[in-house]
């Protein structure tokens, strides 16, 4: 997931910030390398545009066109809209997995193999950092951070003034909630009115109970959901619900407003990615927070497994341009702009990151939590069909917010996906 943040104004919809672009020729014909993605953040932006910038000074006659989307509507329809489109991207966001694989089908997504074992890749990232991005034996993306998409996160003073101490199991959880919900406090902030927030985490949750066997095969389409260990799993979520243990407004807000209970001391704690680690820092300086893990879960799950992703750039196999988009690539992940990224709270999987001292280590602890995990569980939305995982949210939603029982949220997600 580039991060699930909302959008300033100013890119709500579509901000396209061009480096040195004075006329747009028909693509294919002009030198314009175009480059799409949902909004990393404003800080982001700005090493994106500096390097935009940079790479047009040191190629004379070329420009990069930057297009930065709203997430989700880049997620859904725009990424499609835009590979699709006249001007389509030469280089755009992707997630790997089903959605990467997805890409390959369709043709959209070149073999850079040649780029990184003799070219301008070569040598920026490990070799094993390409693993999850080659599809059909060959290299389809230039991988850029890896994400941890959901960890419990606390507050620190608020747990110490209720004698609190971070949950590891279920039954803690369970206790944790019903003390915060007892002196007035949120438990757990979430805003899931997109559905992504709460399911993601609670997609986690569940995997945790059927086994990430059971999950993945359901997800993909190969295995029901309509059976008693779904039930079983849901009925979890049921629990949360009955200990209030998120706010009564989760699936009526969206995650910015979910952010903002925990980011104002309203919330104890916070399910969601590593990406609020920057997030806080700049909304909430002052806020003193650590995170754990998804306590343990009663059930069939590695009750140490981690769920996350990693994400990157896809050069078009229909560009004209597969080359020069590749050098683009390559300058984005030198080392001056892998440090820049950094600056901006983002952590690239380039061989250069390690060599900074300038990372927070709660990120560095959420890379080793990723790194040292023996099972990582794929999100729903960008691991598997983006149709089956919408329907996995919305069941889970709707027993968190009390529409639907188990059963029946089981059964209806089952008749969805068929």
């Not at 990232?125 to 991005?133: M, Q, R, V």
């Not at 260990?229 to 200990?243: I, K, M, T």
Request: aromatic share 8%; proline share 5%; net charge negative.
């Amino acid at each position: 997931m580039s991060t699930k943040r909302t959008l300033a104004a100013a890119v709500a919809v579509v901000a396209t910030v061009t480096a040195g672009l004075t006329a747009c020729a028909p693509a294919g014909d002009d030198k314009v390398i175009r480059v799409a993605m949902g909004s990393p953040g404003e800080a982001q932006i700005r090493v994106w545009d500096a390097a935009a910038a940079e790479f047009a000074e040191e190629n004379p006659g070329w420009t990069v066109e930057m297009n930065y989307q709203d997430d989700d509507q880049y997620q859904t329809i725009g990424l499609p809209n835009l590979l699709n489109g006249r001007n389509a991207p030469d280089i755009y966001f992707e997630w790997v997995g089903s959605r990467l694989e997805t890409r390959t089908a369709d043709g959209f997504a070149a073999d850079i193999t040649e780029y990184v074992e003799d070219g301008p890749l070569t040598g920026l990232l490990d070799e094993s950092a390409y693993a999850p991005a080659t599809v059909d034996g060959g290299i389809r993306l230039v991988p850029h951070i890896a994400d941890v998409t959901n960890v419990l996160w606390y507050n620190e003073d608020i747990f110490a003034e209720q004698g609190l101490t971070p949950p590891t199991t279920w039954e803690e959880l369970l206790d944790t909630c019903d003390a915060l919900d007892a002196a007035g406090i949120i438990p757990i902030a979430s805003g899931n009115k997109d559905l992504w927030a709460a399911g993601n985490w609670l997609g986690h949750l569940v995997s945790r109970v059927v086994g990430e066997d059971v999950y993945d095969s359901a997800l993909k389409g190969e295995t029901s959901f309509d059976t008693p260990e779904w039930v079983e799993a849901f009925g979890y979520v049921q629990e949360l619900a009955d200990h209030n243990c998120v706010n009564e407004s989760a699936n009526a807000i969206d995650d910015n407003e979910g952010a903002q209970l925990f980011f104002q001391g309203q919330a104890a704690m916070h399910a969601i990615g590593s990406w609020l680690v920057s997030w806080a820092i700049d909304e909430a300086p002052d806020l003193n927070f650590d995170f754990v893990n998804l306590p343990e879960m009663p059930g069939a799950g590695d009750q140490q497994s981690v769920i996350g992703v990693v994400t990157g750039y896809v050069v078009n196999a229909k560009s004209t341009k597969i080359e020069k988009a590749v050098e683009f690539l390559a300058l984005v992940n030198n080392e001056a702009n892998v440090t820049a990224f950094i600056e901006a709270e983002a952590i690239p999987l380039a061989l250069s990151a390690a060599n900074s001292d300038a990372i927070d280590e709660r990120t560095l602890r959420l890379n080793s939590l990723l790194a040292d995990s023996g099972t990582v569980i794929n999100p729903p939305d960008t691991g598997y069909d983006l149709g089956t995982a919408e329907a996995f949210y919305a069941a889970l939603a709707a027993v968190l917010g009390g529409q639907a029982t188990p059963e029946d949220a089981v059964a209806t997600l089952a008749g969805a996906v068929g």
